[in-house]
T-cell receptor, first 115, second 109 residues
């Protein structure tokens, strides 16, 4: 149990579907993140929320829409995805976004396949 | 541009020692992290170096040389459960984490 829970663990969707990924943390952290992990590539930061406010959006296509209703929950809404969006989507949380060790705690990820 | 280099894959024998290298070119430096990720699982934090030198934590040690833009993760007395990917990440001057692509470590009996 990592303290960060992601659901679903696996998702298969067509290009016209609408689905959402959910992330929940019970660590009392103030910052939450979405990362994309593709095989043999570095982690790509997608979105960062600090105290429920989006502080970073790394030029992510609008077909990915994040939502952070409170400091414990983070969603990634998916719409009209492309096959190249197939990847492992990792959620993470940390005490803060700035200096210090600021260790990330990751969830196990949602494996997304777009047909 | 910013870049983190680490070997794609390494193989080692159970009970042996292995060193995973990480070199980086980043805009500034505010710390280097190592994470371990077993297949299908969450990456988990292993170590953090911000000053030059060796940080030891049980069977795992991490070394940093800021002048050389270089770090390594040293794993001793390898066990089968150490088979995983090891991710190196550097925090730059803007406190952004720059990630390497990870090193897949295969442990053979």
């Amino acid at each position: 149990e990592t303290g960060v829970t992601q659901t679903p663990r696996h998702l298969v969707m067509g290009m016209t579907n609408k689905k959402s990924l959910k992330c929940e943390q019970h660590l009392g952290h103030n910052a939450m993140y979405w990362y994309k992990q593709s095989a043999k590539k570095p982690l790509e930061l997608m979105f960062v929320y600090s105290l429920e406010e989006r502080v970073e959006n790394n030029s992510v296509p609008s077909r990915f829409s994040p939502e952070c209703p409170n400091s414990s929950h983070l969603f990634l809404h998916l719409h009209t995805l492309q096959p190249e969006d197939s990847a492992l989507y990792l959620c993470a949380s940390s005490q803060e976004t700035g200096s210090g060790a600021n260790v990330l705690t990751f969830g196990a990820g949602s494996r997304l396949t777009v047909l | 541009g910013q870049n983190i280099d680490q070997p794609t894959e390494m193989t080692a024998t159970e009970g042996a020692i292995v060193q995973i290298n990480c070199t980086y070119q980043t805009s500034g430096f505010n710390g280097l992290f190592w994470y371990q990720q077993h297949a299908g699982e969450a990456p988990t934090f292993l170590s953090y170096n911000v000053l030059d030198g060796l940080e030891e934590k049980g069977r795992f040690s991490s070394f940093l040389s800021r002048s050389k833009g270089y770090s390594y993760l040293l794993l001793k007395e390898l066990q089968m459960k150490d088979s995983a990917s090891y991710l190196c990440a550097v925090r730059d001057s803007n406190y952004q984490l720059i990630w390497g692509a990870g090193t897949k470590l295969i442990i053979k009996p």
